[in-house]
C-alpha cells in the first residue's frame, strides 16, 4: 500500500500546518500510523506514530509541538504541526504496518514509499 500525503506548504517560522494521509484498501484500525520526514542530506526518519489503541510516540525534536492523531471511520492519520520551525523542513511522509517495530523502529522496512508533501519553514 502506497500512502499519499497531503497539507504541506511553505509557513514562517512559529506557524503551523496539518498534515493529513489517507490509507484506504486496509484494515486501518488495526495498523499502526506513522509519520516521517526526511530532509535533504538527511536520512529518513521518523516523527510521530499512533497505534491502534493509540499510543503514541514523538521524536525528541518535535515532542510538545506536534500532535498524531487518528480517524478510524475516515481512514486517515493527521500530523498537527505548532511552533515549526526551520529545522522542521523536509518533505514528510506517511506509511502504515501492523507491526508497531516496522512503524517505529529503524530502519523501518516498509515495502514501498508513498509521494510525500514538502514542508517549508522560512520567513
Known amino acids: 500500500v502506497q500512502l499519499q500525503a497531503f497539507g504541506g506548504g511553505l509557513v514562517q517560522p512559529g506557524g503551523s500546518l496539518r498534515l493529513s494521509c489517507a490509507a484506504p484498501?486496509?484494515?486501518?484500525?488495526?495498523?499502526?500510523m506513522g509519520w516521517y520526514r526526511q530532509a535533504p542530506g538527511k536520512q529518513r526518519e521518523l516523527v510521530a506514530a499512533i497505534t491502534s489503541g493509540g499510543m503514541t510516540k514523538f521524536a525528541d525534536s518535535v515532542k510538545g509541538r506536534f500532535t498524531i492523531s487518528r480517524d478510524n471511520r475516515k481512514n486517515t492519520v493527521y500530523l498537527q504541526m505548532n511552533s515549526l520551525k526551520p529545522e522542521d523542513t523536509a518533505v514528510y511522509y506517511c506509511n502504515t504496518d501492523r507491526s508497531y517495530r516496522v512503524v517505529a523502529i529503524p530502519p523501518y522496512n516498509f515495502g514501498s514509499w508513498g509521494q510525500g508533501t514538502q514542508v517549508t519553514v522560512s520567513s
Open positions: 484498501g486496509i484494515i486501518f484500525s488495526i495498523n499502526v
